[in-house]
């Protein structure tokens, strides 16, 4: 069973489009997080949930908007793709603690390529 | 910016040598977390080690943590060409759920 994943892996479209990506956990924790890594592997955090309550929220523009159904999904919508927004995206969860108390466990990416 | 700073960018040896790579942080820590990366894949959690432990091990894994130098080592022994792979450190903010990650060293294990 997968512990964290995300849909789709591969995503391919056109500067000016919207899209989404999907995340779902199946480890029973409170908080999730959307990473994005770029070309030059370097990860970065955009947003946090816990329980489904935004408490990270870093500079990104308001092109990206997360959503929390529930505290075992996480989604993130992209409106307006831009050629800069090409990059690999991750979810991660952790248990209630966060990272002060233990490890995030990570989905496996979505590689979005705008064109 | 980087809490993190990873130090060589990049390594490159061979099977059975080991490998190690550092980590430079800026301010104070609760833990720091080693995670690995396998090329396409998602990064996957190796050691954790609290702010007052100075040396931890996990199997072929050493981890080092001097908190007066705000510095941590990875030390492989024994590698293997499966531990080719990215190698990250990460720390966690004050307030707890905000894991910030190094810039990752590139570790190729040559067969």
């Known amino acids: 069973d997968t512990a964290v994943s995300q849909t789709p892996k591969y995503l391919v479209t056109q500067m000016g489009n919207d899209k989404s990506i999907k995340c779902e956990q199946n480890?029973?924790?409170?908080?999730m997080y959307w990473y994005k890594q770029d070309s030059k592997k370097f990860l970065k955090i955009m947003f946090s949930?816990?329980?489904?309550?935004?408490?990270i929220n870093e500079t990104v523009p308001n092109r990206f908007s997360p959503k929390s159904p529930d505290k075992a999904h996480l989604n993130l919508h992209i409106n307006s793709l831009e050629l800069g927004d090409s990059a690999v995206y991750f979810c991660?969860?952790?248990?209630?603690?966060?990272?002060?108390?233990?490890?995030?466990?990570f989905g496996e990416g979505s590689r979005l390529t705008v064109l | 910016s980087q809490q993190g700073e990873e130090d060589p960018q990049a390594l490159s040896i061979q099977e059975g040598e080991n490998a190690t790579m550092n980590c430079s942080y800026k301010?104070?820590?609760?833990?720091l977390q080693w995670y690995r990366q396998n090329s396409g894949r998602g990064l996957v959690h190796l050691i954790l080690?609290?702010?007052?432990?100075r040396e931890k091990h996990s199997g072929r894994l050493r981890v080092t943590l001097d908190t007066s130098k705000k510095s941590s080592s990875l030390l492989i022994t024994a590698s293997r060409a499966a531990d080719t792979a990215s190698y990250f450190c990460?720390?966690?903010?004050?307030?707890?759920?905000?894991?910030?990650f190094g810039g990752g060293t590139r570790v190729l294990v040559k067969p």
């Open positions: 991660a969860s952790s248990g209630p603690s966060g990272a002060l108390a233990g490890e995030l466990f």
């Open positions: 480890l029973g924790h409170d908080t």
């Open positions: 949930y816990n329980n489904k309550e935004l408490i």
């Open positions: 301010t104070s820590i609760n833990n």
């Open positions: 080690i609290r702010s007052n432990e």
């Open positions: 990460a720390t966690p903010e004050a307030a707890g759920n905000k894991l910030t």
